[in-house]
């Protein structure tokens, strides 16, 4: 069974929400935390309900969306997000109120609202969707597992449309949180200069990319997620490189298929070594494109990842600003996304153009 | 009066509401009106506390205490001259 990508979406430190071609207007920057170009919400929210929204469940909405009016779908089969961090923001509200006010006169809006699925669970709400709702919180394989049960799901035929997704945002709070273990580097970076740097640690990201899947091909659609694994705490980079190989055996393909290889690459030397490793074993000659030196670093970022994936399947060119090593071929049929969090949770994706 | 609708924008989050642009017999909960919902009574009910320093003993005299920006002030002020 194939399973197509019939509608895509994306808010992010990039101009990634207002369609045309990919990357027209490259953002770039010179800090360490990137934050999300933020739409107008309000094209997909009412005034009063946006009040209650806390920016992750805005980029959310809004990514969902997106989506759903690529595919011309109004209402999905089921609704699955990933998310590492969550409602962090109104989580941060609500204990900040918790030990302020010695656990007395606390607001139920924060509270409501801090959880987890808080996210799919609007989502479901603003679309009138009484189906399947589920939200993975798996750490670095949150968004992949999201995929996991959505592919499952549409296997076993219980869906048609099932409207997937990977999201998290950063805040001052978890920020300063995440810089004291060091996985922030010390002095900003540029933009196109981050994947070259020659320090450690990378630079803060945040966003949510949407997919809508499903066994029927649409009008616009360009690709199908072909394949998807993850691994956990492989012992060393053989384990990785004989898993990727495992994989593409699995997708009945060989490296020689693949026309593009898209990494996580994220500027920390440490972390970035190992798909160095990768490259010099199985793609060699590839063309190699990367993402998070325009989305940052986040345990979900590999969502931004598979949405420029298909945006480059869909035009048939990598843009220049997402170019790393070589030169793709002119036509791009299979990509493969491989990303590892926190050198913990390493993942592969496989998209085919249809 | 002008204060009290100050501060049910900022514990609602009224976004693109003016204090002024709110009646002070303007009905908060329906949808003529305000349109608030259940969510945002129970903020009104942590505003009282909060601000004013009250409880609402009687939630039964919720629906009346919350009818509008006036009903709100003449239960702040003669519970608070009852405290007094």
Not at chain 1, 232 to 251: Q, S
Not at chain 1, 306 to 317: C, G, L, T
Not at chain 1, 339 to 345: A, K, L, P, R, Y
Request: hydrophobic share 40%; charged share 20%; net charge negative.
């Amino acid at each position: 069974m194939n399973i197509y990508i019939n509608g895509t979406g994306c808010i992010s430190p990039q101009e990634t929400a207002q369609g045309g071609p990919l990357l027209a207007t490259l953002r770039e920057y010179d800090q360490v935390r990137l934050t999300n170009v933020d739409p107008d919400y309000k094209q997909w929210v009412d005034v009063k309900q946006i009040r209650r929204m806390s920016r992750v469940v805005k980029m959310g909405v809004g990514a969902a969306n997106l989506s759903l009016e690529e595919a011309g779908i109004t209402q999905p089969d089921a609704i699955i997000t990933g998310t590492a961090y969550g409602c962090l923001d109104d989580t941060g509200v609500f204990l900040s109120k918790m030990v302020n006010q010695q656990e007395e006169m606390l607001t139920p809006t924060a509270f409501i609202q801090s959880t987890h699925n808080t996210v799919a669970g609007q989502i479901a709400l603003l679309l009138g969707c009484n189906g399947y709702n589920n939200t993975f919180v798996h750490r670095g394989f949150s968004f992949e597992n999201s995929l996991l049960d959505a592919i499952m799901i549409l296997k076993e035929g219980s869906a048609k449309h099932i409207l997937a997704g990977g999201l998290d945002e950063i805040t001052n709070h978890s920020h300063q949180l995440l810089t004291r273990f060091g996985i922030y580097k010390k002095t900003p970076v540029k933009t196109m200069e981050l994947l070259n740097s020659p320090t450690r640690g990378t630079i803060a990201g945040e966003g949510a990319s949407f997919f809508l899947l499903s066994p029927e091909i649409s009008p616009g659609t360009v690709a199908t997620l072909t394949g998807l694994s993850t691994l956990y705490k492989p012992l060393w980079e053989g384990e990785v490189i004989g898993h990727i190989m495992k994989f593409l055996e699995d997708n009945n393909c060989t490296p020689a298929d693949i026309d593009l290889i898209v990494t996580g690459r994220n500027g920390d030397i440490d972390q970035d070594e190992i798909y160095e490793e990768v490259a010099a074993a199985l793609f060699p000659d590839h063309a190699e494109a990367c993402f998070k030196h325009l989305c940052g670093e986040y345990p979900t970022a590999a969502a931004f990842g598979m949405w420029m994936a298909n945006a480059v399947i869909a035009e048939q060119q990598v843009p220049e600003a997402a170019v790393f090593y070589g030169k793709a071929p002119e036509k791009i049929k299979k990509v493969l996304l491989y990303n590892h969090h926190q050198g913990t949770h390493h993942s592969l994706i496989l998209l085919s153009a249809c | 009066m002008a204060d009290l609708k100050a501060q049910i924008i900022e514990q609602l989050n009224l976004q693109e509401v003016a204090p002024e642009s709110i009646g002070n017999d303007q009905s908060l909960f329906s949808k003529e009106g305000l349109g608030l919902d259940s969510i945002d009574a129970l903020e009104l009910i942590v505003l009282l506390q909060q601000h004013y320093n009250l409880r609402i003993a009687n939630p039964e005299q919720g629906p009346q205490i919350f009818q509008s920006v006036r009903t709100m002030a003449t239960y702040i002020t003669a519970n608070q001259t009852v405290q007094a």
